[in-house]
């Protein structure tokens, strides 16, 4: 919203010299945000008054003529001009060589110098008003094609040389305030709301508005509220006789400087006084009001059509401002009717002064998409006694410029009246909330002049009285009261005071610890990169990973339609990143942390409350060359995992459903101690892994519950003593049936050996059809001494033996 | 017998002191002190000499065969002592290898890197359920009805659900804060507690607005707890953040769930509060949001607020990582792609 320092002086004394800083500064500490302060006559900053003194043809173009410009100095100035309304002795506005104008009210502005115009050499230029912004103040009239501003009527005094924005008066400070802190503020939609908090601020004093008086020839108009639910308050006004001409020139400058534009002295009225008090008011021609106003809900299957045009089907619940013959003349606090514009041929007006309840005004504003200025402020729930302000303002502005009006009727119904509250505040209570000691002067200091009554009791109890324009839900309880009180005083007056606090016990997480161990040995031991997806899943990678859809839950407005589905796995997002980071990487890892989604009624807190079934899932991507190296590398990191997270440890196992996305060769269930499958881990098969268009060859992937590990109390290995007498360790390569497992050979050979490990697979030359050969490394121990190469050789052959007659192993 | 002893010892330590590897001072050992080495050729000569000659060159003898050992093993620790593994320099320009891959999400470090902060103040770190219902988005917040908010165009309601209210309208959380009246209702007060996670708001994006964000909550309850303690939340995050005190003001703000509501600015890092147009000349940049819980959302936490008070802030992870690292586009944090996730490492 904007608001103009000139307009807010006119309703408060304010210290003359303040600056635009120091405005800005207070009132965003105070009040509301202000996020600029501009002054309207910076827009003509070096433009002028000059007096055409001869007018010439030009001697090339027949569309321009060339004159003598009186701009104040002892020559005149030559300026070529295409104006169509020129006339000797003009007092016009003079863009000198220097100064900045928006050619042809197009593009940038540009800074003028001093040109030939076909030949002719042109010291400047006469300006029309869209060429300098003015166009909504000095709006070109529809016959002229090329009008210049012509100021002789308006500003006879005006001498060539002065400058514009004098002659204008356009020098003031406009505020631009930022509408979202506002939206609890509705007295501050209005700048007497707005003088009122200035005033506060700089200890000004606020004048008193005019009042209403209905004088005693004015006959009674029917009015009546149909929903007193919904309107509060309908005051109807009838003034014969107007001539709805163009408003004098300081209410159009006043009008314009704040961004509205000004229309005839009616409707410049009726915006005035919202932007005076901020209360929406509205005129409509007497001549399409029937028998006095009703104000009605709207009938099933009823429309409108509005000022602007539209053709509204409304809604039941709409809100509609009719006449005595039922007709719909406007929708209710939002936008007039079609019919009722207040045109020059307009003698006869009903004025509408009103009180609607806010959250119709909302709903019917946002369901048909019209936000006006004043539904803007309705919504904002305002007081029933602002209409008196704006009865009494609407009053006096007619009475001073349509001196030809008479005031011949008028009517009112009053549902209900804005309640005052009274508010007991403790001042121990204003102490201990703010840290900071508050007397009862000072909260009096804070609060009187923004129109709270204070009555103190002398002891510690302040009685409040909320004035009706902060009592419309604004200022309902004591919190309200510490915040009124505590942003006057300036909350940068109040010392930072370190909080006491008892400790208790330390703070002992151990999922969140889990967690993010787990996070930081799969970041920074095993390579990979953590990343983030959305958890709305695209609809093909769905597909292609086989997720079934019919336990997802899904948006009632998704990001784009085949962004429909809530994920119920990890695993589509993060086949999607790895397609995508195949484009510029070969080998990679990564990882993500996030909660899935499936339909379920959970209800923790409250039994009305049924959430779907959510859980934190780990997932991890691996992108690579070689299958089954990449698959043990991801076996590697997840067999690890516990260790690392400290968390309860798990097996892998080939149990229940293979996943739809996994190679039917290589993929195996997580399961956990208590034997519960708590993830799953696989290589992508060649089928998803072409139609994902992944660019790498192999892809694993693997997915495992957050909420099923159990974390470790503390760690939980164990510390080994060291081997009194060295290790001997030994190769062995044995030849088994295709069929045999390394589970089985490290079976067979657990008793015979300190420990074993997998070395490697080898199938080929010198291996026969259906076997393989495997390699593995063994440890030797001795127990009561180091061992002999003979006691060595016994081990080893006794090994042999057994790897013969368990699994039918041959020595390679 | 003893001048040719004399030639030995001289030639010997003239051999031994060229020698430039411990291979050639081998050969040489050999050659002067092995067991065909010329001393010992010398010495069977030795037999020739009359007792007392032999006992004397016998005796220089031992003395030489000693010297040049002691020659042979200090020449030795001199080349070992100049020694290097390269006969050529290497070039060691060369950058060094790399280590392995991997890291965390930048808006994750930043997480971290708050949450040591408060635990370090014995904060607890919480988190919640992405999906919640319009009871704890809005209602227990002192949202009033008719509130934009609650409007389909700014949360992601889920389908089914959307045309319900309350406990039965559920919706992905467009803020944490919700989040914190369930902590509250489960743990009561005093209370101190952080509360990462992620939102997500149904709008149309651009390098500055993203539909799902991370926000960083931070709680304290407690009896009588003043707003003016309440700074403490917000210096030990943007101390933690850019590493050192960063001036801050609070100014009157409106939201709906804090009474007095504030707006935090802290000093431009721009300009260093000097006026720049960052900061709009003010030389303060707005950062988050904050205030003392209002009484209804004490109240909906099962918390009387005569009793209980306390100080929230809220601020954006993303934002602050924006920050801290110049990065213009929000959208990158959900992009999954390495080539700007590597850069965090």
């Not at chain 1, 000198?96 to 502005?109: K, L, T, Y």
């Not at chain 1, 094609?145 to 012509?150: G, L, M, S, T």
Request: glycine share 8%; charged share 25%.
């Amino acid at each position: 919203m904007k608001a103009s320092l000139n307009w807010i002086r006119t309703y408060a004394d304010l210290p003359a010299d303040i600056t635009a800083e120091q405005l800005s500064h207070d009132l965003t500490m105070r009040t509301v945000e202000v996020e600029a302060v501009t002054n309207p006559a910076d827009l003509v900053d070096g433009i002028i008054i000059g007096r055409v003194i001869t007018i010439r043809k030009h001697p090339q173009a027949d569309r321009l003529v060339v004159c003598d410009v009186d701009i104040g100095e002892e020559e005149t100035s030559q300026i070529v001009c295409g104006g169509t309304n020129l006339y000797e002795n003009q007092l016009v506005v003079v863009a000198p060589v220097g100064a900045s104008v928006r050619w042809h009210g197009e593009g940038q502005r540009v800074e003028l110098a001093a040109a030939k115009v076909r030949g002719v050499v042109s010291n400047g230029m006469i300006c029309a008003s869209e060429e300098l912004d003015l166009e909504d103040l000095f709006p070109p009239s529809e016959d002229e094609e090329a009008e210049i501003v012509d100021l002789t009527a308006l500003f006879p005094d005006a001498c060539p040389g002065q400058p514009l924005a004098d002659v204008l008066g356009l020098g003031d400070l406009i505020l631009d305030i930022d509408n979202k802190s506002l939206t609890n503020r509705p007295d501050l939609w209005g700048h007497y709301g707005l003088a009122r908090e200035l005033c506060a601020i700089y200890g000004g004093t606020l004048r008193p508005l005019p009042t209403y008086q209905k004088p005693e020839s004015a006959a009674d108009y029917a009015v009546s509220i149909a929903d007193p639910s919904r309107c509060f308050r309908y005051d109807a006004v009838v003034y014969e006789g107007v001539r709805p001409e163009k408003s004098p020139f300081h209410m159009r400058r006043l009008i314009w400087s704040v961004g509205m534009r000004p229309i005839n002295i009616i409707v410049d009225i009726t915006n005035y006084i919202m932007l005076a008090v901020g209360q929406p008011t509205h005129a409509f021609d007497e001549s399409h009001v029937r028998n006095g106003i009703r104000v009605r809900t709207a009938k099933e299957g009823e429309s409108l059509e509005l000022l602007d045009g539209r053709e509204l089907t409304l809604l039941p619940s709409d809100l509609l401002i009719c006449d005595g013959g039922d007709k719909a003349i406007g929708l209710a606090g939002i936008m007039g009717g079609a019919r009722d514009s207040i045109l020059p041929e307009t003698r006869n007006i009903v004025f509408e002064v009103a009180n609607f309840e806010a959250i119709g005004i909302r709903k019917t504003a946002s369901h048909h998409r019209v936000r006006t200025e004043a539904s803007m402020r309705f919504e904002k729930a305002i007081d029933t006694q602002r209409c008196d302000l704006a009865l009494g303002i609407a009053q006096q502005l007619l009475s001073e410029w349509q001196p030809g009006a008479r005031l011949v009727a008028a009517g009112a119904h009053r549902a209900r009246e804005t309640e005052s509250i009274e508010l007991p505040v403790s001042l121990q209570f204003l102490n201990v909330r703010s840290g900071c000691p508050i007397t009862a002067e000072a909260a009096a200091a804070a609060l009187t002049p923004l129109g709270f009554g204070v009555c103190f009791d002398g002891r510690d109890t302040l009685t409040l009285q909320v004035p009706s324009w902060r009592a419309t839900g604004d200022v309902s309880i004591k919190d309200d009261i510490l915040e009124e009180v505590c942003r006057m005083i300036g909350y940068e007056n109040f010392r930072y005071t370190p909080p006491a606090i008892t400790l208790g016990k330390a703070v002992r997480q151990l999922g969140m610890e889990s967690d993010r161990a787990i996070r930081e040995f799969l970041a920074y031991r095993a390579g990979l990169q953590e990343i983030f997806t959305y958890p709305w899943v695209d609809d093909s990678f769905l597909s292609i990973t086989g997720g079934k859809t019919d336990s997802l839950v899904s948006l009632a407005s998704p990001p784009s339609p085949d962004h429909h589905y809530l994920r119920g796995s990890l695993i589509p997002g993060l086949l999607e990143a790895t397609v995508l980071n195949s484009r510029y990487y070969e080998t990679y890892g990564l990882f993500e942390v996030a909660q899935v989604f499936a339909k379920g009624e959970v209800s923790l807190f409250t039994a009305e409350e049924k959430l779907p079934l959510q859980e934190r899932r780990l997932g991890l991507a691996l992108a690579g060359a070689e299958p089954f190296p990449l698959f043990r590398l991801l076996k590697g990191i997840l067999s690890q995992i516990p260790r690392f997270g400290r968390v309860q440890g798990w097996s892998f196992a080939p149990v229940g459903d293979k996943m739809p996305w996994a190679d039917r060769n290589a993929w195996l269930r997580i399961v956990s101690e208590d034997g519960t499958v708590i993830g799953s881990m696989g290589l992508l098969s060649p089928k998803a892994t072409a139609d994902s268009g992944v660019r790498v060859p192999c892809v694993a992937l693997a997915e495992l519950s957050l909420d099923q590990m159990v974390p470790l109390q503390s760690r939980d290995n164990r510390f080994e003593h060291l081997p009194l007498f060295p290790l001997v360790e030994q190769d062995l390569s044995i030849v088994v049936d295709e069929k045999i497992s390394w589970a089985q050979v490290s079976e067979a050979v657990s008793n015979h050996v300190h420990d074993a490990e997998f070395v490697e697979e080898y199938r080929g030359e010198q291996v026969p059809e259906g076997k393989k050969s495997l390699m593995f490394r063994f440890r030797l121990s001795g127990e009561t001494g180091t061992l002999t190469a003979e006691a060595i050789d016994q081990m080893r052959s006794r090994l042999i033996k057994k790897l013969k007659y368990t699994i039918g192993a041959e020595m390679r | 017998m003893t001048d040719k002893l004399k030639e030995i010892r001289l030639a010997g330590l003239e051999a031994f002191a060229a020698a430039e590897t411990s291979d050639q001072l081998e050969l040489l050992r050999q050659q002067y002190l092995g067991k065909k080495g010329l001393l010992t050729e010398i010495l069977k000569g030795l037999g020739r000499l009359s007792p007392e000659e032999r006992r004397q060159t016998g005796q220089l003898a031992n003395e030489i065969k000693n010297q040049l050992a002691g020659a042979i093993e200090s020449r030795k620790e001199e080349l070992l002592a100049n020694a290097s593994l390269f006969v050529q320099p290497p070039d060691l320009t060369i950058p060094g290898t790399g280590m392995a891959r991997g890291g965390l999400h930048p808006v994750t470090q930043m997480c971290y890197d708050l949450n040591d902060a408060f635990r370090s103040l014995n904060f607890e770190i919480f988190s919640e359920d992405e999906i919640t219902s319009e009871l704890y988005a809005f209602d227990h917040l002192n949202f009033p009805p008719g509130h934009p908010a609650r409007e389909t165009m700014d949360t992601y309601w889920i389908e089914g659900t959307e045309s319900k209210h309350g406990a039965e309208r559920l919706c992905l959380r467009p803020h944490l804060t919700g989040g914190s009246v369930r902590y509250l209702q489960k743990h009561g007060a005093p209370a101190r507690f952080v509360y990462p996670g992620r939102v997500f708001r149904n709008e149309s994006t651009d390098s500055r607005h993203e539909r799902a964000f991370f926000q960083y909550e931070a709680l304290i309850v407690d009896r009588d707890f003043s707003f003016s303690s309440g700074l403490l939340l917000v210096r030990t995050i943007l101390e933690k953040v850019f590493g050192r005190e960063i001036p801050v003001r609070m100014r009157a703000g409106f939201f709906p769930f804090v009474e007095p509501g504030f707006e935090i600015d802290m000093a431009c890092q721009v300009c260093g509060g000097e006026g720049c147009p960052v900061c709009q000349h003010s030389g303060w940049v707005e950062v988050m949001p904050g205030g003392s819980p209002h009484p209804n959302v004490l109240r909906a936490a099962g918390l009387d607020p005569d009793v209980w008070s306390g100080f929230f802030i809220n601020i954006g992870l993303d934002r602050l990582v924006m920050m801290r690292y110049g990065v213009d586009d929000v959208r990158l944090f959900h992009s999954a792609d390495l080539r700007f996730l590597e850069q965090f490492r």
